[in-house]
Each structure stands twice: as structure tokens, then as C-alpha cells.
Nanobody
Framework: QLQLVESGGGLVQPGGSLRLSCAAS????????VLWFRQAPGKERQKVSC????????YYAESVRGRFTISRDSAKNTVYLQMNSLKSEDFAVYYC????????????????WGQGTQVTASS
């Protein structure tokens, strides 16, 4: 059974950078599409980025394209989300999720989720 654990969240100033990690255990993450979602208070969970199985393709939401980069380290069984030039709308809880299908699998069909990591603006 695949298990996912996010880390790397914390306090960061607007305009700053942060790298989130999604570490997997129990199975090989290369066999899964891995997605990053975020959810701010009172808002719906939003898909931010995805890397397909075997890293063939990547996807970015329009709001983060050019600022965020998703990548995979197969040796570490981990997917990363590098976030640069952070804006106010980027501050949220970030979740990683995984599924056997494509990056466009409906959110409710994704079987594996992490617990989330908080990204908070520092004053």
C-alpha cells in the first residue's frame, strides 16, 4: 500500500521560495502519477501541478506556471514541488496525491493522499 508524507512547508515571505517534498513508502512512486493540490481556508482544493507516470509529462495550473516546478527523484522515491516568487494566493495547505491513471484523473478518484503541509506567509 502506497503511503505519502509531505514536508517542507513553513513560513516564507511573499516573493520567496520553498521546496515541498512528497516522500513515498510501500510502493514505487514511478508507477504513479503524482499530483500537488492546495487548499486555502474557505476555498476548494485546487490542483496545482502533476507529474505523470515515469515523468513523461508535467502539468501546471495557469496560476503557477513559470513559478513552480515539479520533479521526481526515483532513487529517493520522492516528488518535489519547487515554488518560487510566492504570491498571496499561494499560501495554503499543500497535499500530494497519487493515482495509477493520468494527471487528469478526477480528484475524487485518487486513492492515495498525504496529510498536507502548511505554507504560511511571514510578516
Amino acid at each position: 500500500q502506497l503511503q505519502l508524507v509531505e514536508s517542507g512547508g513553513g513560513l516564507v515571505q511573499p516573493g520567496g521560495s520553498l521546496r515541498l517534498s512528497c516522500a513515498a513508502s510501500g510502493s514505487t512512486l514511478d508507477h504513479y502519477a503524482v499530483l500537488w493540490f492546495r487548499q486555502a481556508p474557505g476555498k476548494e482544493r485546487q490542483k496545482v501541478s502533476c507529474i505523470s507516470r515515469h515523468s513523461t509529462n508535467t502539468y501546471y495550473a495557469e496560476s503557477v506556471r513559470g513559478r513552480f516546478t515539479i520533479s521526481r527523484d526515483s532513487a529517493k522515491n520522492t516528488v518535489y514541488l519547487q515554488m518560487n516568487s510566492l504570491k498571496s494566493e499561494d499560501f495554503a495547505v499543500y497535499y500530494c496525491a497519487a493515482g495509477r491513471a493520468s494527471c487528469f484523473e478526477p480528484r475524487d478518484h485518487l486513492p492515495f493522499w498525504g496529510q498536507g503541509t502548511q505554507v504560511t506567509a511571514s510578516s
